[in-house]
Every structure is written in C-alpha cells, then in structure tokens.
C-alpha cells in the first residue's frame, strides 16, 4: 500500500510569510504526527491528531497550528515565519496514535530566507 | 530541557560486530520506548519498542535493553551489517502524554567493511 506522503517536498519562503504543509497518511491510518527537525535539537514533536481531534501539542509557539480533515489528510500552517523556522517537517501516520508503530513520510524541507 | 539525551552523536563499528547505540531519559514518567532507524533523504523507520514493564525485547538482530532504575536504555545490533548505517533515534512517551514522543538528538552509525 502506499506510504506517507508529504507536500511539496522543498520549499523556500521569506521572513514573515506563512506556508502550509500537507500530509496524507497510510490509508486506514488514523493518527496524525508532526515533527520538527533541526541538526541542533533533532525531532521535536509539534501536534498529533486523531480523527480531526488535536490531542496533543508539542512545545511550539502559537504560530504553528494544524489539523485533520475527515479522510485523515492533515495540514500544518506556520505563520509569521521566522529564520529559525527553517528545518525538515516530519509527518508520520499510525493507526491509533504515537506510540504505535508510525510510519514517516520522507518530509518537507522548509528553507526561510 | 532535553529529557532524552543520546550522548554519542556517532559511533563507529565493524561489520559483524556488536553495535552499541546508548540513550539516557530524565522523566520517570516515560513508559514506552522506541527505536527509530533514519536514512538521508527518508523520513525515520520504526525499529523496535519496549514497555517499562519489561526489561529487555528481542526482534531478529536487534535487542532493546531498559535499566528503569538507571533511567537509561540501549540498542544492541548483532551482527552489525553495512546497510545498518545510519541514524538512530531514540524516543520516549509518558502515559499522561501518551500521543506526544520525546526524541533523543540521534547518533550515527557507521559499519565499516
């Protein structure tokens, strides 16, 4: 079955704009994650959700937000980017949620200049 | 606060012999532990998990051992092969945030020939 896939694959904004990420997990899979990563802190975990429900958020400020449609599809939007917004964003699907086996897409890479 | 910390960003082996991936965690809290493989380019693979009930889980070449009263787990490959190169992360989940992971900065391996 197909995997996790994620787009766009790159992307490149300027300071202050807002980018959307979207996510479409393995079909059946419910569960949603979101992941940051950056060389100095590795992967943080930004949200989860399960059917359109957030059930947790990660220590990320307001200006990241997300969320779930119906068919599992999910998106995050960050707005207001800043330099150090610039990182790989992970999503990974499961069937019920994080401590399941996930499966990760191969991410989006987020360059803001 | 980096509540999973792996100290060793890269370790070094021979093909055929033990690697040794270490990962120390701070909360008490943390119940369920898993092993993520990451190649360049993908996004991380699931390797193998473990209950803090448990002490130690075996999956072919991989075994996970938990030291709940040092707060500290390992990953041990045996045989090492050259396609085990790689990143490997470790993360931990508490049961009040049981839909949030907390990773480690991950470490590099490498098996040379």
């Known amino acids: 079955k197909a995997g996790v896939t994620q787009t766009p694959r790159y992307l490149i904004k300027t300071r202050g704009q807002q980018v959307t990420l979207s996510c479409s997990p393995i079909s059946g899979h419910r569960s949603v994650s979101w992941y940051q990563q950056t060389p100095g802190q590795g992967l943080q975990f930004l949200f989860e959700?399960?059917?359109?429900?957030?059930?947790n958020k990660g220590n990320f400020p307001g200006r990241f937000s997300g969320r779930q449609f119906s068919n599992s599809r999910s998106e995050m939007n960050v707005s207001t980017l800043e330099l150090g917004d610039s990182a790989l964003y992970l999503c990974?699907?499961?069937?019920?949620?994080?401590?399941?086996?996930?499966?990760f897409g191969p991410g989006t890479r987020l360059t803001v200049t | 606060d980096q509540q999973v910390k792996q100290n060793s960003p890269s370790l070094s082996v021979q093909e055929g012999r033990i690697s040794i991936l270490n990962c120390d965690y701070t909360n008490s809290m943390f119940d369920y532990f898993l092993w993520y493989k990451k190649y360049p380019a993908e996004g991380p693979t699931f390797l193998i998990s473990i209950s803090s009930i448990k002490d130690k889980n075996e999956d072919g070449r991989f075994t996970v051992f938990l030291n709940k009263s040092a707060k500290h787990l390992s990953l041990h490959i045996v045989p090492s092969q050259p396609g085990d190169s790689a990143v490997y992360f470790c993360?931990?989940?508490?049961?009040?945030?049981?839909?949030?992971?907390?990773f480690g900065q991950g470490t590099r391996l490498t098996i040379n020939p």
């Open positions: 990974a699907s499961s069937l019920a949620g994080v401590i399941y086996e996930q499966y």
């Open positions: 993360a931990a989940s508490a049961p009040q945030g049981a839909q949030k992971l907390v």
């Open positions: 959700y399960f059917s359109e429900t957030q059930r």
